[in-house]
């Protein structure tokens, strides 16, 4: 069982920048590939980034690559999310989520079997 709390949502201008925070619980984190997906008004839940349970591999949605960044700290049970230059269009509720995938990182949402409750993200322009 992994429970995921996200912060660091907020409001900012567009060519700004956010770091989101996603705190796990369970003692079985690093065995967790983890991803991040948005959801915006009126829309489907999109990926947005993933990365394997050691942090060498990281999987990005065409729309944010070049300009977020996910890391994680298995020492502290945390996953991250670095946003830069945003634009309106990055406006969305934000989910961490985690895939019991031994070693694959999927992108897919149905292989993520535990989420957290969001965190808001608004980018004004």
């Known amino acids: 069982q992994v429970q995921l709390v996200e912060s660091g949502g907020g409001l900012v201008q567009a060519g700004g920048s956010l770091r989101l925070s996603c705190a796990a619980s369970?003692?079985?984190?690093?065995?967790?590939?983890m991803g991040w997906f948005r959801q915006a008004p009126g829309k489907e839940r999109e990926f947005v980034a993933a990365?394997?349970?050691?942090?060498?591999?990281?999987y990005y949605a065409d729309p944010v690559k070049g300009r977020f960044t996910i890391s994680r700290d298995n020492a502290k049970n945390a996953v991250y999310l670095q946003m830069n230059s945003l634009n309106p269009e990055d406006t969305a509720v934000y989910y961490c989520?985690?895939?019991?995938?031994?070693?694959?990182?999927?992108?897919?949402?149905?292989?993520?079997?535990?989420w957290g409750r969001g965190t808001q993200v608004t980018v004004s322009s």
């Open positions: 989520a985690a895939a019991p995938t031994l070693g694959r990182v999927p992108s897919h949402s149905s292989e993520y079997s535990y």
């Open positions: 369970g003692r079985t984190f690093g065995s967790y590939a």
């Open positions: 990365i394997g349970w050691s942090g060498s591999s990281a």
